[in-house]
């Protein structure tokens, strides 16, 4: 009875680190994805706004500026405030857009876009009082830094451009406000979802620490303990797919991937030699390689057509993302290397860390071709799924550049059989290389 007493309040203690650690997991995911997910549109807005302001600057010719001041409008000061009028309606979230000459007095207006309470050409309009630092700089015609102020116009970020004419001299600034106000809804709603699966993720651990605790009660009961292990390792499985699902609902153009990603790992792991409890573990952790998804804003991760080069390097960044929020995962190391490593490439042009040859993790060598196969061979709202054995030559072509060799070995055995065709597959789908698929993307937005 001693025994049995000192046996359970040594599980009741194993119990209560295995929740608190689960709980200091859980809230080290939600904080570091709340920080990621408001620098990035922080930094998405400061980019935007001082984008416009330089758009702004370029498109005026600073030789008129005195001259309109002086005498007034004319059909090329018609002209420029039409095209920022275009450059205030093109950029989301810019609330303001507007030229001012700074002098002693106050801000002379040059434009001012504004429907509501447009500035009159020649009225001087005094300077804000947040900007009283800044007026010494403007004066003398410098660049200042962006500028965050919540006043009586709201929450701005606020650029200011400097404007020269051909001698030289400053003679305006361009000045482009963009609205914060959208970003604490928007970041509340993420943080909700962030909490949501934060809550799923600990009652989930929570839920394995009992069934632990509960399992070492029957410790000496071997088959006991051998079905509750399968249990559990099923419970993992449903809670990682739980997980999949969730971060393919992020993406609304690939539904269903992260779970058709982890089947053919799966199924390349077996052919390639590996253990049941290998090609377990490697099912988990390739579900698992695009969680850093989360992290990227859906206005990058579902636009339709053509990615900027900025906006292609958010999407590339869910690779350090994933590492964020999965390296303190001591249970499964792989399940980490698997979101970091999997778009690294044998030739060395791969990211996150140009990894080459054998440098490249296992697991992520083997989700490489199976991400890359089911990229091509899935439909998307843009493109029909390409044929099968095209797809299956381009993964053959790939080998030692893109992908590594035995892992597409593997792959070729294996689809001779004919193992990666769908069921509905009757020999259709498109003939089109990546690049023209890319192509008819854009057209067809």
Not at 229 to 245: G, V
Request: net charge negative; aromatic share 8%.
């Amino acid at each position: 009875m001693a025994k049995q007493k000192d046996r359970n309040s040594l599980h009741k203690k194993l119990l209560l680190v295995w929740v608190l650690l689960a709980v200091i997991m859980a809230i080290a995911i939600t904080g570091t994805s709340i920080s990621i997910i408001t620098h990035q549109i922080r930094s998405d807005r400061e980019q935007a706004v001082t984008g416009a302001a330089k758009l702004a600057s370029s498109a005026i010719n600073g030789d008129y500026v005195n001259g309109w001041l002086r005498d007034g409008k004319d059909e090329e000061y018609d002209a420029e405030f039409e095209m920022l009028n275009d450059i205030l309606h093109n950029t989301p979230h810019l609330k303001y857009l507007y030229i001012y000459q700074i002098k002693e007095d106050g801000c002379h207006v040059v434009f001012d876009t504004d429907p509501e309470e447009a500035g009159i050409l020649g009225e001087v309009q005094e300077f804000d009082e947040e900007f009283g630092k800044y007026i010494p700089n403007l004066l003398a015609g410098k660049q200042i830094e962006t500028i965050e102020s919540k006043g009586a116009f709201g929450w701005l970020l606020t650029h200011y451009e400097p404007i020269f004419d051909s001698t030289g001299q400053c003679v305006a600034y361009a000045g482009a406000d963009i609205s914060m106000e959208s970003i604490q809804q928007y970041t509340r709603n993420t943080v909700m979802i962030i909490i949501v699966i934060a809550a799923v993720f600990l009652a989930a651990c929570i839920i394995i620490g009992l069934k632990m605790s509960n399992n070492q009660h029957k410790a000496y009961e071997l088959d006991i303990l051998l079905e509750q292990q399968k249990r559990d390792k099923q419970l993992i499985r449903e809670i990682i797919e739980s997980f999949a699902k969730v971060i393919d609902m992020k993406d609304s153009y690939t539904q269903g991937h992260s779970t058709r990603v982890a089947k053919y790992t799966a199924m390349l792991a077996k052919e390639l030699g590996y253990d049941e409890d290998t090609v377990e573990d490697y099912y988990n952790v390739a579900l698992m390689h695009d969680i850093g998804k989360i992290a990227i804003p859906d206005s990058v991760l579902n636009k339709p057509g053509k990615l900027t080069d900025e906006e292609y390097g958010i999407i590339k960044s869910h690779t350090e993302r994933g590492y964020d929020v999965l390296k303190s995962i001591s249970l499964m190391p792989d399940i980490v290397v698997g979101a970091e490593c999997h778009h690294e490439r044998p030739d060395g042009k791969g990211y996150p860390n140009q990894l080459s040859g054998e440098d490249i993790p296992r697991v992520a060598q083997i989700i490489a071709v199976a991400d890359t196969f089911d990229a091509m061979y899935s439909d998307r709202p843009y493109r029909d799924r390409m044929n099968y054995d095209k797809a299956v030559s381009i993964i053959r072509d790939a080998s030692g550049t893109q992908l590594t060799p035995d892992v597409v070995d593997a792959f070729l055995r294996l689809a001779e059989k004919g193992e990666f065709r769908a069921e509905d597959d009757l020999g259709g789908g498109t003939y089109d290389d990546i690049d023209n698929i890319h192509k008819n993307q854009e057209n067809d937005n």
